[in-house]
């Protein structure tokens, strides 16, 4: 199975490409330019790097939120736009559970994916890697820093990454202490999304085109504007 995974949720776009499990290539772009100005491009350069062309794609995979208002709608706008056009199935991916997956990648037990939400609030959850794959601990959501960090359980390590570490360290490290970890690891997930999204299609729970939908767990700065 040929999936086309795509991510555009923070600024650290990715576009990837598998066959059964196999990673054949992940177009990465860090860069001021909107992912509207660089998403159709990468998927241009990726499927022709390796001789594909779109009409190859079995499925697709695409990272449906949290994170960026304006970013979750161009990638769901792209990959709805193409599956519609060849009648593939699409998986939406939770960029949590991407960006969790990367780290537990490493051997760690407890990840924390953490993403700076703006207005003072964190897009984060907390998931434990067992034999089975991670399982999630605390529910992903959108939270008040201090009010997620009090949740985290007294348990020896975690593992944090994402933009919210930035944002929110010091506040983390009072939380946590020398119990927390910041592995190295790049910000770009879509080879993650695409794992999962295949997991997702294999297990019959892709949608149709139609049925695609982003993932927000709060409501965006125009719909707050309409409700006052």
Not at 71 to 96: H, M, N, Q, Y
Not at 170 to 176: G, S
Not at 178 to 203: K, L, T
């Amino acid at each position: 199975m040929l999936i086309l995974a795509v991510d555009t949720t923070t600024p650290s776009g990715s576009v990837a490409l598998l066959e059964d499990g196999i990673l054949l290539g992940e177009a990465d772009i860090e860069s001021a330019a909107t992912h509207s100005a660089r998403l159709l491009r990468s998927i241009d350069f990726l499927l022709g790097a390796h001789g594909r062309d779109i009409a190859a794609v079995d499925a697709f995979a695409v990272a449906a939120g949290p994170g960026s208002f304006t970013g979750i709608r161009i990638g769901v706008g792209v990959v709805k736009s193409l599956a519609f056009a060849s009648g593939k199935p699409v998986a939406p991916v939770s960029t949590l559970l991407a960006l969790a997956t990367k780290l537990a990648a490493g051997g760690a037990g407890l990840v924390c994916p953490l993403l700076d939400a703006k207005k003072e609030e964190i897009y984060a959850g907390l998931f434990e890697a067992r034999e089975g794959g991670l399982v999630e601990i605390i529910p992903q959501g959108a939270y008040g820093p201090e009010t997620f960090l009090a949740r985290l359980p007294g348990r020896p390590v975690i593992a944090f990454a994402g933009s919210g570490v930035t944002a929110y360290r010091d506040m983390l490290l009072r939380h946590v202490g020398d119990r927390a970890r910041f592995p190295a690891r790049s910000a770009f997930i879509a080879a993650e999304v695409g794992r999962i999204g295949a997991d997702i299609i294999r297990s019959g729970k892709g949608v149709e085109a139609a049925s695609l939908e982003p993932l927000y767990f709060r409501r965006s700065q125009a719909e707050e504007k309409c409700r006052t």
